[in-house]
């Protein structure tokens, strides 16, 4: 499913206010901004706020980045593996009253397809406590 970074979501809207924006929605044949190196420590932040995923769902979207199906896994540094495609992260803007919605499929795109979020997401990412 794409939705284009920074434009209005409105995938599972109940209740989220107005100036919510998609970060990380990709999908094959649509652009998307590349770093030369994946953005490990993005990435890791993320996994590192598993649990405060939201509209968890039964079933699993899959890469279709990739050139094979299936589930997408990610193991975090003590070793515990994950299952992505089934739920969001949201993240509040340290910048603005912006709230960021982002599906847990977008730790994989950082990682495996270089995929680089836009600069204030990165940053209010990063800024979260641990």
């Excluded at 420590?41 to 598993?50: P, R």
């Excluded at 979207?61 to 515990?80: I, W």
Aim: proline share 5%; aromatic share 12%; with cysteine.
């Amino acid at each position: 499913m794409y939705f284009e970074d920074l434009s209005d979501y409105s995938y599972h809207p109940d209740g989220l206010g107005e100036n919510v924006k998609n970060i990380g929605w990709l999908c094959k044949g649509e652009d998307y901004n590349v770093s030369e190196n994946p953005h490990v420590e993005l990435a890791e932040k993320l996994l590192s706020k598993w649990h405060g995923r939201v509209v968890k769902t039964r079933g699993f979207h899959y890469c279709d980045l990739c050139e094979t199906s299936g589930l997408v896994k990610v193991t975090n540094e003590l070793g515990q593996n994950f299952n992505l495609g089934s739920a969001e992260f949201r993240v509040p803007s340290m910048g603005s009253d912006t709230l960021y919605a982002a599906p847990d499929l977008i730790i994989h795109y950082i990682l495996e397809h270089n995929y680089s979020p836009p600069q204030d997401f990165c940053d209010s990412v990063l800024s979260m406590q641990a």
